[in-house]
Every structure is written in C-alpha cells, then in structure tokens.
C-alpha cells in the first residue's frame, strides 16, 4: 500500500466521531493491507512505529519542526520566513495542518508505507553529535517526497499527535470485524492483555484467521498488562463479595513489572556497560515495565543489580511495587520523592539518594512457562521459592482470613505504619492481566475532609491565568475520567486548588508538550467547559474531593465538589485512569453514607 492511501483512510477517520464508522473504518483499512505490511499499517494507524512497549521516540518537538516545515518548503521561487510558518502555527494550531498548507497541492506521492516507516525509524534511532541537525536534514527530505496529506500525518506520527480517537480496544474490535466475527473482540482483547502488540497480532490473524492467536503466547521482555484493583465502599462490601481473602499492604509506590530471562541476550548495551550496583556485568535480558507498557530499566539500575544476585531462575516476569525509603530511618518516602528516580540523567546519583524496596506480590512466568493461568496460591508459592532473602527485592506479605474483624485490624495496622491501605485478593482466582474486578479490590485509608478514596483523572486542558497565576500561564485545568464501554474520555471537573507555585508550572510545562488545536473524537467536552487550550488525554493526576454529585453539565454525568490536586500520577497511562464506572459506584456507596 502507498503511504498516501494510508493518509487518505487516517483523514477518513478524522472526520468521524462515531466508534461503529471508526471500527468499520479501521476494519476495511485492515482488509486492504498487505500481509507483509499489515503490522506497521495497524501501529501508523497509532501514531507508532512498533509496539507501544517499544515504540521509539522521536525527540523533536515543536520548535525543531518549524524549523523543518522552513528548511522543507522554502525553495528559491518560494522564500519563507520563520515569522510566516509561526503565523500559520498560530492560525492552525496544528503543525500537522501546516505541512498540508505549505506542500504543493498537484504533488504525487509514491512512496509504500514500508518505505516511509523504514525512513521514519531511521529518524526516530538519529542520536550522538550533530543529532538535531541531522534529524531535520531527513525529516524535510522525506516531507518533500509526500504530498500534502502524507506531509500533514508524517508530521503528527513525528510529533505525537495523531489524535484519531481510538486506541488498541478499537482496533480490536476492527480485527474481529475484518475476519467476519464480530463477537471475536472480546478473545482479541484478552490476547492483547497478555502480549500488548496489536500489529504482531494483526499479522497472526491475517496469517491464520482467529485460531492464530493460539501461537501469541506469554514471553519475556513483552509487557503483561498489569491486573487492577476494584473499588468498593469499605471492608464490608469486600468481605462480603470476596468471603475469604488474602489482605496484603498496600504500597505508596510505584508498579514494577521485571523480566528477566538469563537464556536470552541483552539488547540495551547500556546495562552491560555500567552495572552501577555490581561488578558484574548482565549480559543477558532484563527489563522493566510500568503499569502502562513504559520500560523504565535504565531507571532501577538497583533492581536490576538486585535481580541477578536474589532471583534463583532462568527467566521469571515478576509484578510488584516499588517505593523509596529514607536510608537513615528506614521510613518510606512520599510517593512524589519516589518518582524522582523517573529521570533521564542523573540516575547513578538519584538510586544512591533515594534506594529502592521492590515489594514482589506475584510471579506471572517462570523457567520458560506462563503461570497467569494457575491460582494466586500456586503462583505466590512458587514465588517464594525462587526469591532469595536480601536487602531490595522482598516478597510481599499476607494474611488469609475470612473474618470481617481480623481485615479490620490488619487495615488499622497498615495506617498504623503509615501505609496506603490493603489489597484484598482471592487466592484461588488466576491472574486476570488488564482486568478490574472483585478478584482484586483495595481499602485506602480515610482523610476525614475527603473522599474514602482519591480519584485518578485525565487532563484534557487548561484555562489561562487570571491575577496572581497571570505569571504562570494557566489558573485552571479540565479533568476527565474514561470510559472502558465506549473508550471515550469523559469531563468531570475543574480544577483550580491543591497545587503549589511549582506544581502550576509543571503542569503547564506537560501540558504543553502534548498541547493540541482540538480534541481527538474520543474525547467528550461539553461547550461550556471548553479549555483555552487543549492537550492531548496522556497527563493522570490524582484528584482528592469532598464528595460526588450528579451532574448534567459534565459529560461523565458526575462531578466531583471541591476537587483538589492530590499528586501527579506519571506512573500511569489515560486508560488506567478511573471509569465512570467506579465513579458511578463510588456515588452510590457515597449515598448510602459510607463517606
């Protein structure tokens, strides 16, 4: 397929907001690909080159493709100037609009999706000296071979705004669609769930129909997705679902998912070169994971140092929590201190200051064989049979109980010692990868002012600042929760208390990197909400409020009262945000006065 039919079926499904005529959309794009070809088409149709999990970045950011639309589209007959492709910017607010304007209306394009995915990794791995320069010396040479629609979506794939209003749950339902098994969605899913790479799934079952799916299995250095917890009113409600129940603490951390597999070979060189904790070099494959498929390896150089000395196997996936702790005291460190080790640079210096414990609760893959499969009793004995004792990597404790009163004073205990909570889990049940259900449900401890629990939020925008925040830029910001059912994003409040001076510029400074001209389709902003600026659904914060009320302003058709900024949630993607669903559930519980 041209890379200009491709960009054709992408304005396609600009123009709609419908999620059946996006599936159908999707579904006859599917249909058209080559089998050879039909992975990257499904990850353009993203906005990636790969797979999520290791989909590279681009580093080019607004400022440098300016500079690339110039050196692009300025030609002895045509001289531009900075100042005119800024004023088109501010017109367009879209750089992606601005390459469709710029390039030659007439021009062919000729280039195959192969080839214009080939050149655009090609960019994406430009590193070392003299990087920037070169980047924009093969970006503008491949805008020139595309015309102007190819232009307009090469530049938004480069920079990260596709925007189309769909992710992976959509292009599932396509998939099935495109096979003539609609009701195939729900099994695509849960293949999704255990091995997150929908274009190597495309191509199984391009290859082999629905039955190929058999052969996409469990393996090391692919991300699981991570099990969530469900929320319920209070220990009541939980035992009263769950019966019998094993309670675990749970940690203000971060989710650490590792993998290591010692019979395969390493790819990221780097971790052989500088084994900061050890005088060992790894030189086999070892990553790590956060809850939204985001590798964060070169971030826990402890861990991985850790891993090789404490975990007693050929290959393991582990799932856990890490959090920081005060070397001197012992105590554990606020979750914002934590999430200092989420760095480019200074990451030698950062482990030193702020050591990790790395709380394991499960054990997903062992010695070459899933185990999602097998009960949370099976698997947490196997897990602690293959950790050995040490100073980082500890298996998380337990008690199982079916009494109301002892999950009482085990959660009082956990307040006690300062921690978030428990984790309540059915220890006969399997892992349910990307699931929320009464498999999991967590009890967070009570602030009197606020809400039994906290709520995890989308940012979609911002208003500009009024007064005293005129300095920052930005007063305000919109939040959303999702929607699994229609995987849209949904508005639910504003937000303009709880953050510090370094706290509104920060959020300004995220905002804008991911700031766009309009919201994506899947996104559900009443008029009367509409932000100054708009940013794409990729910042969670965690929201704290005095309550939720019925609301038929917001489109999630709740709001929250007071709503406070608690805490940026880096650590997690949109989708991991919380449904309307729970909010739903949460106003229910509310009602019945258990806040």
């Known amino acids: 397929m041209l890379f200009s039919d491709l960009a054709e079926y992408l304005e396609k499904l600009e123009k709609t907001s ?17 089998p050879n ?28 493709m300016l500079r690339i639309l110039l ?108 096979t003539g098994d609609p009701k195939a969605g729900a099994a695509i899913e849960r293949v999704y769930s255990l091995h997150p790479d929908i274009g190597y799934i495309a191509k199984m079952i391009r290859k082999s129909g629905i039955g190929g799916m058999k052969n996409i299995v469990v393996e090391t250095g692919v991300p699981i997705l991570s099990q969530k917890a469900q929320r319920v009113s209070g220990p009541e409600e939980a035992m009263e679902k769950m019966k019998n129940v094993w309670a675990e603490y749970k940690f203000d951390g971060t989710r650490v998912q590792l993998h290591m597999d010692r019979t395969k070979s390493i790819t990221d060189t780097q971790l052989t070169q500088t084994p900061l904790f050890s005088s060992k070099k790894v030189g086999f494959l070892i990553k790590t994971f956060t809850r939204n498929l985001e590798e964060t390896t070169h971030q826990y150089p402890d861990i991985v140092s850790a891993a090789t000395e404490q975990i007693d196997a050929e290959s ?3 799932d856990g929590e890490a959090i920081g702790f005060n070397r001197e005291t012992g105590d554990f460190l606020p979750f914002q201190e934590t999430m200092q080790r ?11 200051e702020i050591p990790l414990k790395y709380f394991v609760f499960d054990l997903l893959y062992l010695n070459g064989e899933s185990l999602v499969d097998k009960t949370l009793r099976e698997r947490k004995k196997l897990l602690r049979e293959i950790v050995k004792d040490g100073e980082t990597i500890i298996v998380d404790d337990y008690i199982e109980s079916d009494s109301l009163e002892e999950i009482e004073e085990y959660f009082e205990l956990a307040e006690e010692k300062g921690l978030e909570g428990l984790i309540l889990k059915r220890p006969e049940d399997p892992y ?34 009024r007064g005293v925040r005129s300095k920052f830029g930005i007063g305000g910001f919109l939040i959303g929760v999702y929607d699994p059912e229609t995987d849209t994003y949904k508005t639910i409040s504003k937000v303009g208390t709880g ?23 899947n996104v559900d902003v009443p008029k009367n ?11 969670v914060v965690e929201i704290g409020a005095d309550e939720i009320s019925e609301s038929p302003s917001h489109s999630a058709g709740y709001a929250l009262r007071f709503p406070r900024l608690l805490r940026f949630r880096k650590d997690k993607g949109a989708t991991d945000a919380t449904t309307t669903d729970e909010i739903k559930k949460m106003y229910k519980n509310q009602k019945r006065g258990h806040y």
């Open 499 to 521: 953050l510090s001076d370094s706290d509104w510029a920060e959020l300004k400074l995220m905002c804008d990197k991911v700031k766009i001209d309009k919201f994506p389709q």
């Open 529 to 539: 909400f509409m932000p100054d600026t708009i940013v794409s659904p990729k910042i």
């Open 71 to 178: 050196q692009t589209y300025s030609s002895p007959n045509r001289h531009l100037t900075e100042i005119q492709i800024n004023e088109l910017y501010k017109k367009a607010g879209d750089l992606g609009n601005v390459a469709y304007e710029l390039a030659p209306q007439k021009k062919e394009s000729n280039l195959s999706l192969e080839e214009v995915h080939k050149k655009l990794q090609e960019i994406a791995e430009i590193e070392g000296s003299g990087s920037q320069d070169n980047k924009v010396v093969k970006t503008a040479a491949l805008l020139k071979d595309l015309n102007r629609l190819s232009a307009k979506y090469v530049v938004r794939i480069i920079l990260g705004t596709t925007r189309l209003g769909f992710t992976e749950l959509t292009l599932a339902d396509a998939l099935a669609l495109s």
């Open 342 to 352: 989420k760095r480019k640079h200074g990451i030698s210096e950062t482990a030193l």
């Open 37 to 64: 070809e039909i992975d990257i088409g499904v990850y353009l149709t993203l906005g990636y080159l790969r797979a999520s999990y290791e989909n590279p970045k681009f580093n080019i950011a607004d400022r440098m």
């Open 432 to 465: 349910q990868a990307g699931a929320r259900s009464f498999s999991w449900v967590k009890l967070k401890k009570a602030d009197k002012k606020l809400l039994t629990d906290s709520v995890d939020c989308i940012v979609l925008g911002y208003y500009a600042g």
């Open 18 to 34: 419908k999620r059946l005529e996006i599936t159908s959309i999707l579904s006859e794009l599917i249909l058209k690909l080559d």
């Open 316 to 318: 393991v996936i582990l």
